[in-house]
């Protein structure tokens, strides 16, 4: 089935589907293999546009700089949680680094630090821990630090991101890079 596209309405129409009268004055008559092709190959960055004859291609959108900061500091938003929720290996365990896990582990180190010697139970979500104090620590210090760590690279991210003043330099700058392992 052949397909037709209006420049003027950004839209395709099914040629089978919509009276000659129905379609838009710039309609152009496109193949269903040429239109499959287009939208295979779009990327979320891009968009469908007539050319100079009306046919559609594929280009890089174009934003604001206010838009494209909001885009790109929402991914690295995205980004930055996905990388906070690894796990930590610890010994026998596996131990996620989350907002909600750092003070599951607080609240865990202020009851030791009443029972220096007895073993730490730490419930985190589903999961119960039972961890010898000198190793309970040990496991504090690696998920504080690595909290940390990531916590410095958002930031550096952010400040890099506020300081490009091209949008489309916004919009393809590389937030996946420098995070811990």
């Given at each position: 089935m052949d397909f037709y596209y209006s420049a003027s309405t950004g839209r395709f129409y099914a040629a089978g589907l919509v009276s000659p009268e129905e379609l838009p004055a710039d309609a152009v008559r496109i193949s269903e293999e040429y239109r499959m092709k287009l939208l295979?190959?779009?990327?979320?960055?891009?968009?469908?546009?007539?050319?100079?004859?009306?046919?559609?291609?594929?280009?890089?959108k174009k934003y604001s700089w206010e838009d494209a900061q909001a885009i790109a500091l929402s991914?690295?938003?995205d980004y930055h949680r996905v990388r906070v929720k690894r796990r930590i290996p610890f010994g026998d365990y596996s131990f996620a680094i989350s907002d909600e896990s750092v003070k599951d582990l607080?609240?865990?180190?202020?009851?030791?630090?009443?029972?220096?010697?007895?073993?730490?139970?730490?419930?985190?979500?589903?999961?119960?821990?039972?961890?010898?104090?000198?190793?309970?620590?040990?496991?504090?210090?690696?998920?504080?630090?690595?909290?940390r760590q990531a916590?410095?690279?958002?930031?550096?991210?952010?400040?890099?991101?506020?300081?490009?003043?091209?949008p489309s330099a916004v919009i393809k700058y590389d937030y996946k890079a420098g995070w811990p392992e």
């Open positions: 295979v190959e779009l990327t979320e960055d891009q968009q469908i546009v007539g050319d100079g004859h009306g046919l559609p291609i594929i280009v890089d991914r690295l938003n607080m609240v865990a180190a202020q009851a030791a630090a009443f029972l220096p010697d007895e073993p730490i139970v730490l419930k985190v979500g589903e999961d119960v821990y039972q961890v010898e104090p000198e190793k309970f620590q040990e496991l504090v210090r690696n998920v504080l630090a690595a909290s916590s410095k690279v958002f930031a550096g991210h952010r400040t890099a991101i506020q300081a490009l003043t091209d």
